[in-house]
């Protein structure tokens, strides 16, 4: 494990104060936290981006193969 050192405002301080007291969890187990489930947020936007810009790809090579087989009859 590794000690970091960062400013964090203060109204975050605050806040987080206050659930620590009502969760009675110590700090770094909560940052840690909150953390871990920032970045599995993130990682399910980019994926979320990622599948919606494959999805348009196939439906446009759907588009034109629709057209091809329509052609063909």
């Known amino acids: 494990m590794r000690k970091l050192c ?9 806040e987080m104060k ?3 007291s009502i969760l009675r969890k110590p700090d ?4 840690n936290e909150a953390i871990q489930f920032y970045h599995y947020v993130q990682k399910r936007e980019l994926l979320s981006k990622h599948l919606t810009k494959e ?5 446009e090579e759907s588009i034109k193969i629709l057209a091809d087989v329509e052609c063909l009859h």
């Open 6 to 14: 960062f400013e964090i405002e203060d109204s975050v301080l605050k």
């Open 18 to 20: 206050s659930m620590l």
């Open 28 to 31: 770094s187990s909560y940052i």
């Open 55 to 59: 999805s348009k790809l196939v439906r």
